[in-house]
């Protein structure tokens, strides 16, 4: 029987190309100064916050087709002071000398940003200010041993028997009316209950001094589409656009010293204690669903909070005083304008 043979393949041949084609794009962007209609409207007093404002438009910012948002950067200046409304107080508990009673005294630094050194420096000043100065040898310090830790002394030259303890503000109180989610300053210092112990001298963990380490940028309005949830180990989880973290703040947060970037320098700055920009150009942005035949309004709230789910205003803005003087307080008017760029896709 005769079986045919099967020809030799040609390595000539093509298949037959097939164009695959990109989906098309288009920019949303988005400035936090464009909640002002004019500059004039952004002179108003008092002025206000980027971190929680509306864009309001007549017609629809963007029309449908489209099915997909994600954003591909941002550019957020950091204006947080790490030494705010949240974090500027703590009490100090002070035994001059073995027997005496405690006496509780409020120590207040200077509101704004400061380097780890600078905050030691602020809080020994201020107990040597206390009335009739219980303890003239105190000192705290930051980086002893080249690490990254507050250190404090009742008497540096270790000659009385004075101690001392840290206690944080009471929650919800005239003194701190803040929920118990809040960073205090006792909390900037790495301090634990071990410190809430009198004692002749004390060491906190490890911190850089952050009162904010990252913020979530949130938008209910480009977020209310998407099925899958975002989740968060925070005890309140909101669905954001983006997060931003202080650590990626760039060239010039860390001032370096002698030896540069250690902690025992007295520039040491980590990221947080002082004015930066941080950009962010997300290679993998978070995909946002969209539903095809629905336009992105024109309006459009964005609410920025802090790590702990507070919104970031809370930290920044002090009281306006209409008709007096002074006009703001000495903590109000923190806070960069920050820019997004949204990509929206067809597909």
């Known amino acids: 029987m005769f079986y045919p043979v099967a020809p030799l393949p040609d390595t000539n041949s093509r298949q037959v190309a097939q164009v695959i084609r990109m989906p098309s794009t288009a920019l949303l962007t988005i400035d936090s100064e464009d909640r002002h209609k004019s ?81 030691a420096a602020y809080i020994t000043l201020a107990v040597h200010a206390l009335p009739g100065n219980p303890i003239p040898n105190f000192e705290m310090l930051y980086g002893t041993g080249n690490q990254p830790y507050f250190t404090y002394s009742a008497d540096s030259t270790g000659v009385s028997t004075a101690s001392v303890s840290f206690q944080p503000l009471p929650y919800n109180s005239a003194a701190y009316p803040y929920a118990s989610t809040s960073k205090q300053l006792f909390d900037v210092l790495g301090f634990t209950d071990a410190n809430k112990i009198e004692a002749e001298e ?12 990252y913020v979530d940028i949130v938008c209910n309005q480009l977020t209310n589409s998407q099925s899958q949830k975002d989740q968060t180990s925070q005890t309140v989880a909101r669905d954001m656009l983006c997060r931003i973290y202080v650590g990626d703040a760039g060239p010039g947060t860390n001032m370096g010293g002698a030896p540069a970037g250690q902690p025992s320098s007295n520039n040491f700055a980590p990221p947080g204690s002082l004015p930066t920009v941080i950009y962010r150009n997300f290679t993998m942005p978070k995909q946002i669903q969209w539903i095809p035949n629905q336009n992105i309004p024109g309006f459009l709230q964005f609410q920025v909070y802090d790590d702990t789910g507070d919104l970031l205003d809370n930290s920044l803005i002090g009281v306006y005083n209409a008709g007096s003087a002074p006009a703001f307080s000495s903590h109000f008017g923190y806070g960069f304008d920050w820019s997004m760029t949204l990509l929206v896709s067809e597909n």
């Open 39 to 119: 500059y004039p409207e952004g002179r108003a007093i008092p002025p206000t916050s980027p971190y929680n404002f509306t864009i309001s438009k007549t017609e629809s910012l963007m029309p449908g087709f489209i099915t997909r948002v994600g954003v591909s950067e941002v550019v957020f200046p950091w204006g947080i002071p790490n030494i705010n409304n949240k974090s500027s107080e703590i009490t100090i508990r002070i035994i001059p000398t073995a027997g005496d009673l405690p006496t509780d005294y409020l120590i207040s630094i200077p509101i704004g940003f400061a380097t780890p050194s600078a905050i």
């Open 202 to 213: 004390g060491t906190g963990l490890y911190t850089f001094a952050q009162s904010i380490r």
